[in-house]
């Protein structure tokens, strides 16, 4: 810290981003993963592919929607209805009902259930696999698992936090930024890795900086409530309500009465915006003063504060129409979280993000390799003597359960979904639980032998699993690549996950195939020569 001010910046680069690296690749894979929830949902629940190939207009799939809540949530005091669009072939339903004295409490609002429904019938999708799917990496990203939510976005917020410090002070210390842009070095040991790292942070340097504060941002109360509780003087309630205004709900009186036809409400909110209904949601349904709310379907606009209307749920009436004038602190709230989840993103730009998340993966696995590799070299001559420093194994040894560990996680998740029973119950815990056991089985063993051996082994086993995944599909669903990809037939997220997963697969086959066996002279020269810049040469 006493050398100039660029050394210094290097050295908190450095530290900052190796002390919580792998964390953050876990929250980078999930997180990237999470620009495609939608349709990796899709994958794992092949009963829904049919569906998909036969999408309903929003007012039949509404229709469709209110005769079954009718049929199956009688006396619920809410309804929620998510109605299908191009990445959601499904409806989805939902509702409350009060918790009866010695039933469990489901939901914070009563007793909550949800199910799945066709949207051209309404017919309960009764034998869709459970799978929490895409949703399960998208909470990962930022909930983690196994531990109260709000201690996980504490850990999560400080890992951003050191993430951020490291883009700033590794801009600071670059003196040719965008030469690393163009400059790749192969085969040049400690070299390769920093030109991996650098290529990898600067190609995708607007999104690092995009994705690590907006990510802050969107958990700033949790993490800078003291503005809002000093202004307020502790009332929290009064705050939200003033800078996120909602309009008032009205109480139910009591009095039963029939519904209006969703259609026509969805008709006439659908002109007024110029695009699609997302949600219906009814207030006291079956209630003299029920109040249907629809909500327009996230569109090309950044913010995810989309604009809603509210009818009189018995005689159809408009009551209010908001969202179209949103105050300065809801709007860039909303612009925030909008830049971080990219609802707004075309297909073109989601797969931008999605391999601007990839890179955003490969920096951090670099940044954690190039440290490896740099200490063993300097700690050449006592490696050769036979010391390990306990700090250096240690941090080969979480190298390998990250960077090769994750992948193998992923790929056990997905093949849990198709080779558990259909109808297990506890099913979606049943697939995670068989991430994190395979996850923490590669942990384990790359403790026991952090070496370039336990690196092939591992980078194999996640590309068998990856890419093995479409060959399986052949065996256990009707929505495999030779239908799909070859006949043109079944939904085209399918067979693009089924691609993405392929190639996935295939790079980390080529990873482990570079990790080949050093030969005689070079094993004994491991500790100091630049053949030792390989993850885990030992």
Known sequence: MKEGFRQSMAWLHTWSGLLVCWVLLLVFCGGTASYYRSEITLWMQPELHAIAANPVSSEVAASAAQAAMTQRAAGATRWFISLPDERNPATQLGWSKPSQPGEKKRGRRGNFHSEKADPASGAVLSKARETRGGEFLYRLHFDLHYMPVIWARWIVGFCAMFMLVSIISGIITHKRIFKDLFTFRPKKGQRSWLDAHNVTAVLALPFHLMITYTGLVTLMFLYMPSGATAAYKGDQDTFFAEAFPRAPERQAAGVA????????????????????????????PGDANAVITLSRAAGRDISTRQPSMDFDGVTGKLLSSNGESIPGAAATQGVMIGLH????????????????????????????????????????????????????????????????????????????????????????????????????LAAVAAQLRPTRAMWRMQLTAGAILLAGLPVLNVFTTQSHLGVTLLLGRGPVPVAAFDLVLLMLGLLLGYAAHKLKPLPSKEKKAAAGTSNTALPGAA
């Open 341 to 440: 989840v990219a609802h707004f993103g075309a297909p073109l730009l989601r797969a931008l993000f999605f391999l601007s998340g990839l890179a955003g993966c490969a920096m951090v696995a670099t940044g954690a390799l190039l440290w490896a590799v740099k200490t063993r070299q300097k700690e050449a001559r006592a490696l050769a003597a036979g010391k390990h420093a306990f700090g250096l194994r240690l941090v080969e040894a979480l190298n390998i359960g990250a960077i090769a560990g994750i992948p193998i996680a992923f790929g056990a998740y997905f093949w849990a979904n198709r080779l558990l029973p259909v109808m297990m119950e506890e099913r979606p815990n049943a697939e995670i639980a068989c991430f994190f056991g395979a996850w923490a």
């Open 257 to 284: 009465a029939p519904l209006t036809p969703f259609a026509p409400l969805v008709r006439q909110a659908e002109r007024q915006w110029g695009g699609k209904v997302g949600r219906i949601a009814v207030n006291a």
